[in-house]
């Protein structure tokens, strides 16, 4: 029979062959060896358990220096712990007096802040109020001025010219002497 295959076939036979062989070696290259993926293994839960204990000895380390803290604190402020001859109703009025006192305190600050700013609000209020009255005056002075009197002396001419009123004028020309030659 293997008389009867013809070159052809010998030729497609070699080249399943060699597919074949590509095939293998691609899907060893794939599945890595059984023996390195379970030393990987060990290699990373060895790491795991070695960080595990790090972070328990750290845990047990921070406990003792937060007890450590506390025991400083307490020892730092022994108005926050009744004394030991005192009762406990006489640590509570205390601490209310002294939260009351607290309280007055913040009262205080915020009225005083409160006068200041109402203050200041009456002061910008009188300048507005002032600077408003002198717009207005000077607004009401430029209506009765003529807009021909520019200068000082002609608005004052013109002041004493209305204050005398239109027979003022006439009496004042009345009074100088005639010239009649």
Do not use: C
């Not at 839960?45 to 003792?64: F, G, P, T």
């Not at 209310?96 to 109402?118: G, V």
Request: hydrophobic share 30%; aromatic share 4%; charged share 35%.
């Amino acid at each position: 029979m293997a008389e009867s295959l013809t070159s052809m076939d010998r030729q497609k036979l070699h080249e399943a062959d060699l597919e074949l062989q590509r095939k293998r070696e691609y899907i060893e290259e794939l599945e890595p060896p059984t023996d390195s993926s379970t030393r990987r293994i060990e290699e990373l839960q060895d790491s795991l358990q070695k960080k595990d204990a790090d972070l328990r000895a750290m845990e047990e380390r921070y406990r003792r220096y937060v007890d450590r803290h506390a025991r400083v604190i307490q020892t730092l402020e022994p108005k926050q712990r009744p004394p030991t001859g005192v009762s406990p109703e006489l640590h509570t009025l205390r601490s209310q007096l002294w939260e009351r006192n607290m309280r007055i305190r913040q009262m205080e600050m915020d009225y005083e802040k409160s006068r200041r700013q109402q203050e200041q609000e009456e002061k910008l209020l009188i300048s507005a109020w002032y600077s408003m009255g002198m717009a207005l005056e000077h607004r009401a002075g430029e209506e009765h001025a003529p807009a021909h009197a520019q200068s000082f002396l002609a608005q004052q001419r013109l002041a004493t010219n209305a204050r005398r009123g239109p027979l003022g004028r006439q009496a004042s020309l009345s009074l100088r002497p005639i010239d009649k030659h």
